[in-house]
């Protein structure tokens, strides 16, 4: 996929680099260095619509508060694009 290396996310007023870690015709991987975030792209066509998507996975351990017992947690947030081929509309 044609994007960018390194990619930039700011995060809580951090930005953080997320060099190329994966890549194929349709898809791309960045990740951060310790593994905390990481950012999914996709391009998917068929026969009528090219759907697009991007995936930011985030997480985050804590020192212990209650509700966590130090366990990882985490915050995906996706977005999805559909695009039909023959028109370009993404509004059918």
């Known amino acids: 996929m044609a994007i960018a290396d390194p990619q930039s996310v700011t995060i809580g007023g951090v930005a953080n680099s997320l060099p190329r870690t ?12 310790d593994r905390t975030v990481a950012l999914k792209v996709t391009h998917s066509p ?13 997480s985050k351990i804590a020192a212990d508060p209650p509700a966590c017992r130090g366990k990882p947690r985490s915050i995906d947030v996706g ?3 559909h695009r039909c081929t023959t028109c370009g509309s993404d509004r059918h």
Do not use: A, E, M
């Open 46 to 58: 068929n026969k009528t619509r090219v759907r697009r998507s991007v995936r930011l996975d985030f």
């Open 22 to 33: 994966g890549s194929g015709d349709n898809h791309g991987v960045f990740t951060k260095d």
């Open 79 to 81: 977005f999805c694009q």
